[in-house]
């Protein structure tokens, strides 16, 4: 009988560097939806949304339905639904983020409110990866928090890979506020469980399978995550961490592979095998 397998493929450094597709990426996933192996996209990058991730994606020339996708800004909205109370929030963060936290219907204060005393009235501050962030972004975050406000983290990366190398990510802004104020956050994404809570939703509508394999380039978010919840961990050397860092970790894959490009032929072949 056939092993049934899903998948969860983390994004940034495993399909794509910045706006430049891994070779290999389309014709993995043209691959699966061929074949009808089920699968998810899984992103700690809260700064698009899911219908903002698919755009991105058919620019590249890969195909993947929206709903298919799950990024930690997603998860974050579902975690606060879930365990919190409505009240304003206060977010640090991109355009993705705003989107999943304006569907809370909750109210979002601004820096322009804040500035005008706005920030005694926030209730939960989101921080996430924030291209466009400020001196003022943080400091009204710092007072909000110090005022009791809640504070929640998107995901954990301290870095992401992009084109030209390796960039500040969430992790490096939840670090900040976290010494500015003495706080520490929950943080949702990966490898944490409100990000395996998001994806197993997803996961249960492809029905039973034997095994759920964990894609990504980072050790200490997609190969502990793995770990953490029982799924085989693969990991491709396109992104953040190379060899030598399991070394230095004693974080271990089940699997290291170049590329998702390799990745496809180990599937031809694993597919082939459980017929």
Known sequence: MRRKISLIFDMDGVLYRGNKPVDGARELIEFLKDTGVPFILLTNNSTKDPSMYREKLISMGIDVPEEAIVTSGLATRLYMEKHLKPGKIFVIGGEGLRREMERLE????GVDEARSGGWKEVKYVVVGLDPELTYEKLKYATLAVRNGAGFIGTNPDTTYPAEDGIHPGAGAIIA????????????????????????????????????IWMVG????????????FGMKAVMVLTGVNTPGDIEKTGIVPNIILPSVRELLDYLKTFVEASE
């Open 217 to 228: 380039d980072r050790l200490d978010t997609d190969i502990v995550f793995a770990k953490r």
């Open 176 to 211: 900040a506020l976290r010494a500015s104020t003495g706080v520490e956050p929950p943080v949702i994404g990966k490898p944490n469980e409100p990000a395996f809570e998001a994806a197993r939703e997803r996961l249960r509508g492809f029905g039973d399978v034997d095994e």
């Open 106 to 109: 909750w109210g979002i204060i």
